[in-house]
């Protein structure tokens, strides 16, 4: 391999204090897995080559990178520590001359520009190594990095080797390196894992390389490591500040911030209001002037200008401009919903497309259905789609209005312009401009209580 710069991703590793079955490495931080945020922090040096060593549940985690090109997997088969991890590359980078960034697959919220930043300093000033670091109030569980005075490293020990005295210097290893590799290189091979976890550091080469500066983050936020539970839980309550900062200096008006979460992978235009205790998740885009909340749940939909949502939940779906929907209603399963319609309170609809302007006001189910234009659904309409094996389509042409508590056992089609009487049945397609009425006649018979009472009074005698 030729090129100036490579990366490798560590993600071999269980992550045993996350107690967890998932790989500590797929944990999911706002929208992405730990390991895609530390590749996604790469944009900005645009490597050549991307190598992601992977070893436990290797397969789970190929399978959660597999959507990105240009991405080289590398196994090791026994997680023997970072520096044995590393080790595993050199078969693929025999003959590349650049620098190798190495990045540890728990340490999400690095910012692109940083990364940037300390390439700058190793190739400007020839480092054979260059680490990032941080002066942490609560060091503890981090390496930490001795330095004498111009910021030249000479030894960094983990937490757990070092005395009491070392544990008082409270600058960290990020555990963010780059490496001229044809020094590293000739290093790896020779590491020995004579430490508490008998295991072999990575860190252990900067003894044998020199120079290797330290750079301190300015934001030591950037280096948080996730080891646990609650190290996810603080990097995600970071992760939110920032993304919530970014939507509000780009026009997006939050009225509790503190109660919303938004996912880092959803566009927001400007003019957006957004109520409290709303979230927005997964591939969502919601276009300007619309007005999200209170108490609504958004993941992979797209709702169009101007539209409010209101302690609604929308999911896979798709509403259109001038929308108003809820209180109280659930779109899934890839619903389309046109503009300037109306989806009232307590309304589900699944895989359904709606044309434009249509009312769906109270208390309805649309289920594989697909309407027209200006269809009003009276309250209660539900599309009986399911015969417990299959589902089935109903269609509604344009300007046709179902009466209230209307049910449409699909398949069936209704043409346009018809008018369905409330209370219907309807199993039989029924043709344009038609009234129909499926429903048993209404019968009346006058007199009834009266006739009762009499004939009590007649027993009695
Ligand atoms: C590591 C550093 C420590 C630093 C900290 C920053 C070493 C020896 N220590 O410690 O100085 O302060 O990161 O967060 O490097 N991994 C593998 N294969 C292995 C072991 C680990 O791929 O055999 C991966 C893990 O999946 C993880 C990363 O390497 O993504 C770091 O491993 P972890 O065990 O969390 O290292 P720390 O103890 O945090
Ligand atoms: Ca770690």
């Not at 020779?190 to 508490?196: S, V």
Request: proline share 4%; hydrophobic share 35%; aromatic share 4%.
């Amino acid at each position: 391999m030729a090129g100036k710069l490579a990366v490798v991703v560590l993600a071999a590793g269980k992550g045993t204090r996350m107690k967890s079955a998932l790989p500590k490495v797929l944990h999911p931080l706002g929208g992405r897995s730990l390991v895609e945020c530390a590749l996604d922090s790469l944009i900005e040096v645009d490597p050549a080559h991307r190598l992601v060593v992977v070893g436990y549940e290797a397969d789970q985690v190929r399978t959660a990178l597999a959507h990105l090109d240009n991405v080289t997997f590398v196994e090791q088969t026994e997680q023997l520590g970072t520096g044995h991890a590393v080790q595993q590359v050199l078969p693929h980078l025999q003959d590349f001359e650049g620098d190798l960034l190495v990045l540890n697959g728990d340490v999400p919220l690095l910012r692109p520009s940083t990364l940037r930043q300390m390439l700058e300093v190793h190739q400007t000033r020839q480092n054979e190594a260059t680490l990032l670091t941080a002066q942490f109030l609560d060091p503890t569980g981090y390496g930490r990095v001795f330095c004498n005075d111009d910021d030249v490293v000479t030894e960094i020990i983990e937490h757990r080797d070092c005395t009491e005295a070392q544990r008082q210097n409270r600058r960290i290893n990020a555990g963010v390196y780059c490496f001229k590799w044809s020094a590293l290189s000739k290093i790896l091979p020779e590491l020995k894992a004579d430490n508490d976890q008998q295991e072999y550091y990575l860190t252990d080469v900067v003894k044998d390389m020199t120079p290797v500066v330290a750079v301190d983050v300015d934001d030591a936020q950037e280096i948080q490591g996730i080891n646990n539970r609650k190290q996810l839980a603080e990097a995600y309550s970071i992760l939110q500040d920032r993304i919530k900062d970014e939507w509000m200096t780009a026009g997006v008006t939050f009225l509790e911030p503190d109660t919303t979460t938004i996912d880092i992978t959803v566009q927001i235009e400007p003019d957006v209001i957004i109520e409290p205790q709303t979230h927005l998740r997964g591939h969502t885009v919601i276009g300007s002037g619309s007005r999200l909340g209170p108490g609504s749940l958004i993941e992979n939909s797209t709702v169009g200008k101007n539209a409010t949502i209101l302690y609604s939940t929308l999911s896979d779906s798709q509403v259109g401009d001038g929308v108003r929907v809820g209180p109280y209603a659930h779109l899934r399963g890839q619903t389309v919903v046109g503009d300037n319609c109306r989806i009232g309170n307590f309304v589900e609809i699944k895989k359904s497309t709606l044309g434009d302007r249509v009312n769906v006001a109270h208390l309805s189910y649309l289920g594989d259905a697909t309407l027209g234009n200006q269809v009003n659904v009276g309250a209660g309409t539900i599309t009986a789609n399911y015969d417990g094996v299959k589902k089935h389509p109903t269609v509604i042409g344009d300007r046709t209005k179902t009466g209230s508590n209307s049910v449409f056992v699909a398949p069936v089609t209704i043409g346009p312009d018809v008018t369905v009487a409330a209370g219907s049945v309807v199993t039989k397609d029924v043709e344009a401009d038609a009234l129909v009425v499926a429903r048993a006649k209404q019968s009346t018979i006058p007199g009834w209580r009266s006739k009762r009472y009499d004939q009590s009074d007649d027993t009695s005698a």
